[in-house]
């Protein structure tokens, strides 16, 4: 069974960096055809892509972030870890790790989603 | 990028009726490349159909999908109480970026 776990602060201060983590359980990073994917969902908003980690380490972004925006695997901790950095008001959101798998790379398996945050 | 644009914003009906969803790409999705995820209050979206109209594991066959390059739709027959819920569509593949749209509300009329 597949599990992804998010965690990382609660609450950042406006131009910091947010760092979050998703933990995956059930699947190794390194197997190939499997990735692991980032999206945010401001409150009662839309949901908004953000980045995408293949198991052979390519990665890819959304355009209007990619300035803002690292992801990195730790396959020793089978960990996804997604940088943010110069955070606003506006990047307060719920965000979700989701796991995708070859050949159709779409989100089958969600974590619960962690609400961060960010204010002075 | 690809731009998903979702009708109706809200859409208010009954249990046992038929809610017709519907999602608009700005270019042809290739490989009918469109997934449908619903999501409920507090909770992580779910996965409900792929390739446009492949439903995933354990998603009943009330829920169905159809459509193709740039027009797709999402049906489910006679709405259950479980179904109220917010319903998206998003483009994926193997070449991100990747989008989704804007998303419909199914709420009890």
């Known amino acids: 069974q597949i599990t992804l776990k998010e965690s990382g602060p609660t609450l950042v201060k406006p131009t910091q960096t947010l760092t979050l983590t998703c933990t995956v359980s059930?699947?190794?990073?390194?197997?190939?055809?499997?990735?692991v994917g980032w999206i945010r969902q401001p409150p009662g908003k839309a949901l908004e892509w953000l980045a995408f980690?293949?198991?052979?380490?390519?990665?890819r972004y959304s355009p209007s972030l990619e300035n803002r925006l690292t992801i990195t695997k730790d396959t020793s901790e089978n960990q996804v870890v997604l940088t943010m950095t110069k955070v606003d008001p506006m990047d307060t959101a719920t965000y979700y790790c989701?796991?995708?798998?070859?050949?159709?790379?779409?989100?089958?398996?969600w974590g619960r989603g962690t609400l961060i945050t960010v204010s002075s | 990028e690809i731009v998903l644009t979702q009708s109706p914003g809200t859409l208010s009906l009954s249990p046992g009726e038929r809610a017709t969803l519907s999602c608009g790409a700005s270019q042809d999705i290739s490989s009918n490349y469109l997934a449908w995820f619903q999501q409920k209050p507090g909770q992580a979206p779910r996965l409900l159909l792929y390739?446009?109209?492949i439903r995933a594991t354990g998603i009943p066959d009330r829920f169905s999908g159809s459509g193709s390059g740039t027009d797709f739709t999402l049906t489910i027959a006679r709405l259950e109480p479980e179904d109220f819920a917010v319903y998206y569509c998003?483009?994926?593949?193997?070449?991100?970026?990747?989008?989704f749209g804007q998303g419909t509300k199914v709420e009890i009329k």
């Open positions: 989701a796991h995708a798998t070859s050949p159709y790379w779409c989100f089958d398996l």
């Open positions: 390739g446009a109209y």
């Open positions: 998003q483009h994926y593949g193997p070449s991100p970026p990747w989008t």
């Open positions: 059930g699947v190794s990073l390194n197997k190939i055809g499997v990735g």
């Open positions: 980690i293949f198991w052979d380490d390519a990665r």
